[in-house]
Nanobody
Framework: QVQLAESGGGLVQTGASLRLSCTASEGSINGYAMGWFRRPPGKEHEFVAALSFSGQVTLYANSIKGRFTISRDNAENTVYLQMSNLSPEDTATYYC??????????????????????WGQGTQVTVPS
């Protein structure tokens, strides 16, 4: 059983930066792709970014491309989401997740929230308009 815990969210102004962290306990992220998803107020979950188990494949949603960067530190069992130039449209609860199948790196899997079986509780990011 893998436990994922996000941190780093907060209330920031437009244009600010935040770094979200997601640390795994009672399990490992080694060998697994990791993803970030978000749920804006009143909307469904949406894909934000994903990183393959090897770190060689990165995927980003068009809405955040060029502003967010996903990275991982397998030794620390942690995945990060560096967010810059935040706008009110980025307001959401952000979740990290671990892909169910090890050593998968295909785009279909990494972008599909139904392919992730371990999720954190989420961290809130609020950018007032």
């Amino acid at each position: 059983q893998v436990q994922l815990a996000e941190s780093g969210g907060g209330l920031v102004q437009t244009g600010a930066s935040l770094r979200l962290s997601c640390t795994a306990s009672e399990g490992s992220i080694n060998g697994y792709a990791m993803g970030w998803f978000r749920r804006p107020p009143g909307k469904e979950h949406e894909f934000v970014a994903a990183l393959s188990f090897s770190g060689q494949v990165t995927l980003y949603a068009n809405s955040i491309k060029g502003r967010f960067t996903i990275s991982r530190d397998n030794a620390e069992n942690t995945v990060y989401l560096q967010m810059s130039n935040l706008s009110p449209e980025d307001t959401a609860t952000y979740y990290c997740a671990r892909l169910a199948n090890p050593y998968y790196s295909g785009t279909y899997y990494l972008k599909n929230r139904n392919k992730y079986n371990y999720w954190g509780q989420g961290t809130q990011v609020t950018v007032p308009s």
